[in-house]
């Protein structure tokens, strides 16, 4: 009886240990490195995949899910998408180590973990959410949505016109917030409540106003007389009109007006003392001086008269300007129509091409006395004439002598000179800037010789100034 237990107790013992060193064998070929527990992360099953697959195969399930995810925004009716993959992680090493811990502790337990796995073979659910891991993505998250680039705001419009400055008037707007945008963003990530819609935070804008005094330094112009430009040929210089505005006026009047009105601020025109038309009027308006002198003669000499007269005949001088009897005629030749008449020759009468032109020079001389012009060059005959009194003649001849006078006014004149029924008419044409008067008047010295004078009196009759004007002295 003993012996049979001895032998039983023997065989078991034997079992045991055959049992034992079949397990441990068994428990050193289940060496491998892949997840034997049957977890599912997330829906994807990583039972058989080693750490590295798990992992991946979890990332980019997330990307996935996950890049593409964006949160609403709304703002002034519009909706702008939030994509917030940039500021989310996620690591699933964690859950990865824990799922890989079944079967790769001991080695002589990985028998009894595979036992433990073939008993309870029922999927473990792990969900893993993202988290913010980079929130300061947020900044760019915002900046990629353009949501920064709203703003309702309409900003005034200007307009200038001739005569006034026309504003529409702007309207307050708003834009976003970026600042509490990014707060109300990160919170909805964070409590990953990612189907909300966000109304955007919103900052009021109010238009710009105006810069009215700018406005004021791109109208004003001061008031300036038209005048003569004596280094353009005297051209007139057109006058201009002042132009202004009540800057203090003008901003009250535009925010004192509802948004969206229109303003307009209507410009002060000031007229200058002296406009254009006014100076065009005055040049040759007055007859400064003029003059006749009587007789004709032969047919020749009224030729002569003519032809002289003419070439004088609306020339023109502008202040400064000096005239030359001679250079205006130029040389008296048959071929420019000139005749044969009486002229002087040392006292004698003579007959000369050209003769009778010295009645015009005359003429013209008497006419610039009496339109008070400064008298630059003159010489008597040497015979008294007998259209004009002793002193009053001017000889001319072509070289010399000449007669020359200069426009001493400031403004332009102009000589009218025509022969007609016996008379040679000279008149001077200008601007006439005061209320003088002339007397012209000489003195005979002896029997040939004479002095002239110019006397110039003022408005009231009363004496300005007496000029000696030439000596004359006559051989006959």
Request: aromatic share 8%.
């Amino acid at each position: 009886m003993k012996r049979k237990a001895k032998k039983a107790l023997c065989i078991t013992a034997a079992a045991v240990f055959l049992a034992a060193v079949l397990y441990l064998i068994w428990c050193g070929l289940l060496k491998d490195s892949v997840i034997w527990k049957n977890v599912q992360v997330n829906g994807i099953s990583i039972q058989g995949m080693t750490k590295a697959q798990a992992r991946e195969a979890i990332l980019a399930d997330y990307k996935e899910n996950y890049e593409d995810k964006a949160i609403q925004v709304n703002l002034s009716d519009q909706v702008y998408q939030a994509y917030i993959f940039p500021m989310l992680g996620m690591d699933p090493g964690k859950v990865v180590d824990q799922a890989y811990q079944l079967g790769h502790g001991a080695w002589y337990k990985r028998g009894l973990d595979r036992i433990r796995l073939m008993m309870d073979s029922k999927a473990e659910e792990i969900t893993l959410l993202p988290k913010v891991t980079h929130p300061e993505a947020v900044s760019s998250v915002v900046s990629y949505m353009e949501i920064e680039k709203v703003d309702t705001v309409v900003q005034p419009v200007c307009r200038i016109t001739e005569d006034s400055l026309i504003i529409k008037k702007g309207r307050t707007g708003v834009k976003a917030d970026t600042d509490a945008l990014k707060e109300q963003i990160l919170s909805a990530v964070e409590s990953l409540d990612l189907d909300t819609q966000i109304q955007c935070a919103k900052i009021s804008v109010t238009p710009e106003e105006p810069d009215f005094k700018a406005y004021y330094k791109q109208i004003y112009k001061e008031p300036e007389d038209a005048y003569m430009d004596e280094n353009n040929d005297y051209e007139i210089v057109p006058s201009q009109t002042g132009v202004s505005f009540d800057v203090s006026q003008a901003i009250k009047e535009y925010r004192q007006a509802e948004e969206g009105s229109v303003v307009t601020v209507a410009f002060e025109q000031t007229r200058p003392e002296v406009t254009t038309g006014d100076l065009t009027s005055r040049v040759y308006r007055d007859v400064l001086g003029s003059y006749n002198t009587y007789g004709g003669g032969t047919e020749n000499r009224i030729t002569n008269l003519t032809l002289a007269a003419k070439a004088i005949d609306g020339i023109e001088l502008m202040p400064g300007e000096i005239f030359s009897y001679n250079d205006t005629l130029g040389e008296r030749t048959a071929e420019r129509g000139y005749k044969s008449a009486g002229v002087f020759v040392n006292g004698q009468h003579a007959e000369g091409l050209g003769g009778g032109i010295c009645q015009v020079s005359t003429t013209l001389f008497d006419a610039c006395l009496y339109a008070d012009l400064e008298i630059v060059k003159r010489s008597n005959h040497s015979g008294r004439v007998d259209y004009v009194p002793a002193g009053l003649d001017a000889a001319v001849s072509w070289g010399d002598p000449d007669f020359q006078f200069c426009n001493n006014t400031d403004y332009p004149i102009r000589i009218s000179a025509a022969y007609a029924d016996g008379s040679v008419n000279v008149k001077i044409y200008g601007t006439k800037t005061n209320s003088n008067t002339v007397k012209v008047t000489t003195q005979q010295l002896d029997a040939q010789s004479y002095k002239t004078y110019r006397h110039v009196y003022d408005g009231e009759g009363n004496l300005l100034e007496t000029e000696e004007i030439c000596s004359s002295h006559y051989i006959s």
